[in-house]
């Protein structure tokens, strides 16, 4: 029998060991003192007021919401007297039909949070004229945001120091300052709207909190008041 010319005398993949897999990066929230500074970043920049992102930050370090739910909120979700808010919308975009307001994709996402009263204080200031079926933080046009964009937006201004901050960032931070406070993870859960907790542990962490009296935000962004100055610091 005549040999093969093309065969490889040995395997040559034969002793080449197992990759290893990276280790994971584990979450990154902001501190306190970090979500003010970014505030205070956000309130100096004249681009960002212009487009609203010191608000939807603050809103999103308030409640933990997706950026779809904040940007799919109607002001008839809103109950401002009761602190409250109901996350049942969200925003996506559907090809052929564009940016639409969908319901949430599961039960456990619906649910309804209560408000700090620092986010309070920043709705009570948005609604001054709005009507019931207003969204709470449309684009220029009055229209649905589109989360892409609102993303490119608060990259464009966070800086160098603030590189690795995205909006699903403040989830994070939610998670992480309400384990710091001693919530159990199904109730950081239910604030993020996960079923199940392992997730908020495992991704989130760096947990409906409808029956809690006040939200257990209080208190932490309070000097993170919205500027009444509208000059155009950059």
Known sequence: ML?????????????????????????????????????????????ARRNELPD??????????????????????????????RIDW???????AGLVREAVKTETSERTLRLPDWTVEMLRKRKRDAAPGDLVFPNTRGRLRDVGNTGKMLRKVRGDDFAWVKSHTARRTVATLLDDQ?????????????????MTQDVYMGRRI?????????????????????????
């Open 182 to 198: 001693g919530l159990t993870a199904r109730a950081i859960a239910d604030q993020l709207g996960h079923a199940r907790p392992s």
């Open 90 to 96: 969200t925003v996506s975009r559907i090809r052929g």
């Open 56 to 85: 939807i930050m603050r809103f999103l370090l308030g409640t933990g919401a997706r950026i779809g739910e904040a940007l799919a909120l109607k002001w008839e979700d809103v109950d401002l007297d009761a602190n409250a808010v």
């Open 3 to 47: 040999a093969r010319r093309d065969l490889l005398p040995s395997n040559p993949v034969r002793d080449v060991g197992r990759l290893e897999q990276g280790r994971r990066k584990p979450p990154r929230a902001l501190t306190v003192d970090e979500a003010l500074r970014f505030l205070a970043l956000l309130d100096g920049s004249e681009y």
């Open 210 to 234: 409808v029956g809690e009296a006040r939200s257990p935000l209080d208190g932490m962004f309070g000097q993170a008041s919205v500027p009444e100055d509208d000059g155009d610091a950059a």
